[in-house]
């Protein structure tokens, strides 16, 4: 793949006055001698020879939106609209790439950002390959910064609210970039921490959950000085107050100066955008389908329904939602079912598994290694219906997922649109079937702009809850974080560690 300066690049293009004619962007990058090193990212030249028309064409059709503090012309870097626009990278970075056909929206968007040393806050809906998104210019940065064969200290860290989305992106990083090349190691609580001590000891990449990364950078076990690559994924959930603290202590060793910063979610509420910049420096903001809005929007392949029922009806209804989508088909269909409550998953996992489905389950109640064995056998199709809470509700990759049914609300309409998430990933559609009550009515105004926003039937029933949002406390996650009771969180909410 032969490469030019954006300089160059220009120069080749179709004479109109092309927002893109900027040199090819550097930032600073600490070396392991404590020296800055310039990162440089070029175009290459079969991306410079696409006439401007086709990147302005292609950046109106997937409504991309991308502000950069430092430059009011935000389209100097050109989308990498085909895998054969990746700038150079040995040890076969690539060669997992074709199983795709192209990159996805946030991918090329953000790539050469990435790729140039910037920071990034990216946003796209569910299922948008996120992941990879942040992850190959992870793993770019480490091969092309290789000096030595060991790495004592690592370079990159990646941190997820749950353990099970923590070793999801593990498996993505390992598959592209090879365990022994790339040295990447996982980390996360509710198992022993003496194997996770041995292999930090020659980790390039972590990618860990917040708590056990923590404890282990507080007993000595890792040191994060030499990390240069940041990324919290699901960001607003790492800055929400669960985990805010966490986050602030485990990056003190690497100062914002000295580190890339790489945030990626699908929703952005207002209330967690201040504390994101104060763990950035000039981040470019991409948002793919227009501006960063207040209201959370859900992917549009996904088909959202609304029942509005009284709460003593929803065991029966669920039950028989399950029976069409398990018993009309020549194979059981894979369905995710949402309980807010860990009590409340365990006893609709009871009353499923009673009534003959297949069912297995995952909440924060259950050891670690029977959380990995039931998520398995859901993504195997041993079971063919997963209860569980919102520990599920955020990034999961569960293939063929075809419906998600919400038992129980969820406590922000942020997790409404995670949860519905685990369906219609990668261009597939989804169904989306949730029960709304009477108790859930402060959220309905919230839940009604999300349904309008993808064009979403609105039932009569519940516009009668009312159409106002209510505002978001300026200092927490969502309206009701403060009426939860956070004494209980061991029976409510799971933060992971
Ligand atoms: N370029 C691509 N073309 C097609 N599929 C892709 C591409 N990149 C990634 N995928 C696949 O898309 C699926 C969803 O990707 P991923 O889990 O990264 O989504 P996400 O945007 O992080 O979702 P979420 O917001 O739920 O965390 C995965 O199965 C992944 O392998």
Redo the contacts with the bound molecule.
């Keep these: 793949m032969g490469k030019r300066s954006h300089l160059e690049s220009t120069e080749q293009r179709p004479k109109k006055k092309s927002k893109s004619e900027k040199p090819a962007k550097a930032s600073k990058d600490k070396q392991e001698n404590g020296d800055e090193k310039t990162v440089s990212y070029s175009d290459a030249s079969a991306l410079s020879e696409i006439p401007q028309s086709d990147i302005d064409s292609f950046l109106t059709e997937n409504v991309i939106k991308i502000v950069d503090p430092s430059s009011p012309d935000a389209s100097q870097f050109r989308p990498i609209l085909s ?1 054969d626009h990746l700038p150079e990278c040995d040890a076969g970075l690539y060669a997992q ?1 074709k ?6 929206p ?2 090329s968007t953000t790539w050469p950002l990435l790729f140039a040393g910037r920071d990034v806050i990216g946003i ?10 942040f ?1 190959l210019p992870c793993l770019k940065k480490l091969i092309d910064s290789k000096t030595s064969k060991k790495p004592c200290q690592p370079r990159a860290v990646i941190i997820s609210p749950t353990r099970e ?1 923590a070793m ?1 992106i593990y498996d ?1 990083l390992v598959k592209f970039g090879g365990t022994e090349k790339t040295q990447v190691t996982c980390i996360y609580g509710g198992v022993g921490k003496d194997e996770q001590r041995r292999a930090l000891q020659k980790a390039a990449i972590v990618v860990a959950t917040p708590g056990r990364l923590k404890d282990l950078q507080s007993d000595g076990s890792i040191d994060l000085g030499k990390v240069n690559y940041l990324v919290l ?2 960001a607003d959930r790492m800055l929400d107050k669960g985990f805010e603290q966490d986050i602030k202590d485990i990056v003190k060793p690497m100062p914002v100066s000295r580190r890339q910063t790489v945030m ?3 929703t952005w509420p207002r209330s967690v955008r201040d504390l994101a910049a104060t763990f950035m420096k000039t981040p470019v903001t991409v948002t793919i389908g227009g501006d960063p809005s207040a209201d959370p929007r859900a992917n549009l392949r996904i088909k959202q329904v609304i029942e509005v029922v009284d709460g003593r009806d929803k065991e029966g209804r669920l039950i028989q939602l399950l029976a069409k989508s398990q018993r009309g088909h020549q194979s059981p269909e894979k369905v995710l079912v949402f309980c807010l409550y860990k009590k409340e998953a365990m006893r609709i996992e009871n009353l499923i598994r009673n009534k003959g489905f297949s069912v297995a389950g995952i909440h924060g109640d259950l050891n670690q290694s029977d959380r990995f064995r039931n998520l398995d056998a859901f993504k195997k199709g041993n079971a063919s219906v997963l209860v569980a809470t919102d520990v599920a509700a ?4 569960i ?1 063929n997922v075809k419906l998600v049914i919400n038992v129980t609300f969820p406590l922000t309409v942020e997790d409404y649109v ?1 949860r519905i ?2 369906t219609g ?3 597939a559609d989804g169904l989306a079937i949730t029960m709304f009550t009477e108790t859930d009515k402060a959220l309905s105004g919230g839940l009604i702009n999300v349904l309008k926003a993808a064009k979403q039937d609105v039932p009569e029933a519940l516009l009668k809850f009312g159409t106002t949002v209510k505002k978001k406390q300026h200092d927490v996650y969502g309206a009701f974080y403060k009426d939860v009771d956070m004494d209980k969180t061991a029976t409510k909410i799971t933060f992971d560690d």
Aim: hydrophobic letters at 30%; a positive charge; charged letters at 20%.
């Design positions: 895998f790439l199983t795709f056909s192209k990159p996805t946030i991918q796209a809906e569910t299922g948008s390959g996120k992941t990879l998104g992850g989305l999801q993505q994924d699901e990626f979610t699908a955020r990034g999961l990759d293939p995670h998430g685990r990933r990668a261009g």
